[in-house]
């Protein structure tokens, strides 16, 4: 056997039908990627254990906790199925292209699968009982738009063969992927031009329960209540945004990404700011620096966070 090389790896994903079981028909899809340290960690851990003289007794293990994040990239039509694993599948609309694909907070999230893997090598990893503790980007700078996908799971599994080759559908080579410099913001409904970064963090705040079943493995999960933050940062050109921290003043904040009819929008349709004041730092341009918090209260979406996307795919169910 070789060294196994990042360059030739892949991951894959498809949704179970119930936690942990895997699907009767695998339907799995090759996502686009740059990243993934999905892992188990079960470390030996010293015993307390007296009475045998001045030797360490044999270690003890505890559960094995599974995590990691997803790393990848804003494509079209790859990353609908990342937000399925986030929000849940979405309300779709539209008879032929573009259709609009709606993803919003809702009662529960589906588990899904994961393998990531070095097929050259035929040897692969796969997680059951995954379910999307997080998800965040990042809008600024000059590069390529990532989004960080946290995952927790129930297991791990060593195998020497992938759980589906090939796959159903391979869309690691996506045809159109967003970059920093095809984002726009909106802020309070109306276009600004002076905001440079825009974060977004949302948290599931899933958590995986440890059933006494004799193997360490997660058995159960269940979603927390949501939480939406995060920040901005922008030139100081006027109060308005900080007058919104101080009086703590109800606004919304969102960016879309657009090629052509297709689109992906990011909303948080309402929020507020922190008070925060500019700082002075050398004798170049003033920036302000305000974090935020998004809610659900009043508006009309009825969702802290959701994500609207355009393209040419009929359906993510």
């Known amino acids: 056997m070789g060294w196994a090389t990042n360059a030739s790896s892949q991951v894959l994903l498809d949704f179970e039908p119930a936690f942990k079981t895997l699907p009767a028909s695998a339907a799995a899809i090759r996502l686009p990627f740059n990243s993934c340290d999905l892992r188990v960690e079960q470390k030996p851990q010293a015993s307390s254990l007296l009475g045998a003289g001045r030797h360490a ?123 920093n410099c095809d984002a726009a913001a909106t802020e309070g409904g109306s276009a600004i031009d002076t905001l440079e970064e825009i974060s977004f963090n949302f948290q599931n705040n899933t958590v995986i329960g440890f059933g006494l079943v004799g193997s360490g493995e997660g058995t159960i999960a269940s979603e927390g209540a949501p939480a939406l933050e995060g920040r901005i940062r922008g030139l100081f050109d006027a109060d308005t945004l900080i007058a919104k921290g101080r009086s703590h003043t109800k606004s919304s904040l ?42 659900y209260q009043s508006a009309v979406a009825a969702s802290d966070f959701r994500v609207v996307l355009v393209n040419g795919q009929a359906s993510y169910d």
Not at 79 to 95: C, E, H, M, Q, R
């Open 57 to 179: 007794a044999k270690p003890l293990y505890p559960n094995k906790a599974v995590s990691g994040n997803l790393v990848g990239p804003l494509d079209l039509i790859a990353i609908g199925y990342i937000l399925k694993a986030v929000f849940g599948a979405p309300t779709t609309t539209g008879s032929s292209d573009p259709y609009t694909h709606t993803f919003k907070i809702g009662s529960a999230t589906p588990s899904f699968l994961l393998e990531k893997g070095w097929p050259d090598e035929n040897r692969f990893y796969l997680y059951r009982g995954c379910k999307a503790a997080g998800f965040s980007i990042s809008f600024g700078g000059g590069g390529q738009l990532r989004y960080r996908l946290s995952i927790i799971a129930a297991k791990e599994e060593y195998r020497e063969s992938s759980y589906q080759e090939p796959p159903a559908s391979d869309l690691s080579r996506p045809a159109i992927i967003f970059n």
């Open 254 to 295: 969102s960016v879309t990404c657009t090629h052509g009819a297709h689109s992906i929008s990011f909303l948080a349709d309402e929020i507020e700011y922190s008070h925060e004041s500019p700082a002075i730092e050398g004798p170049g341009g003033a920036y302000l620096d305000l974090s935020f918090i998004g809610y």
